[in-house]
């Protein structure tokens, strides 16, 4: 059985940094894309980085770039986003999601998805 399972969520003031994790089972951790999405209340679902297991690619939205670090441990089936510098607008549920092949902004694209994990930024 696929599974996605998120950590590291919370509360923290601005300015300061949390590191979620996604821990992956059942697929060939190899050979996929892993991606972190977030929803904020009342929008859509967002790209906010991602990371080609094949060859560490990684690609992050302008708006968290030279503040978020994707990063994976192939040994151990996890992904990591390191959030620093966080802001109040960085507040949404955050995903993790896998796809075959390389990574894509498209959350269309992504096979499997874990249940998300809260991110709360206060001013």
């Known amino acids: 059985e696929v599974q996605l399972v998120e950590s590291g969520g919370g509360l923290v003031q601005a300015g300061g940094s949390l590191r979620l994790s996604c821990a992956a089972s059942?697929?060939?951790?190899?050979?996929?894309?892993i991606g972190w999405f977030r929803q904020a209340p009342g929008k859509g679902r967002e790209g906010v980085s991602c990371i080609s297991s094949k060859d560490g690619s990684t690609y992050y939205v302008d708006s968290v770039k030279g503040r978020f670090t994707i990063s994976s441990d192939n040994a151990k089936n996890t992904v990591y986003l390191q959030m620093n510098s966080l802001k109040p607008e960085d507040t949404a549920v955050y995903s993790c999601?896998?796809?075959?092949?390389?990574?894509?902004?498209?959350?269309?694209?992504?096979?499997?998805w874990g249940q998300g994990t809260q991110v709360t930024v206060s001013s």
């Open positions: 999601a896998a796809r075959s092949g390389d990574c894509s902004g498209a959350k269309v694209l992504y096979q499997y």
């Open positions: 059942g697929f060939s951790f190899d050979d996929y894309a």
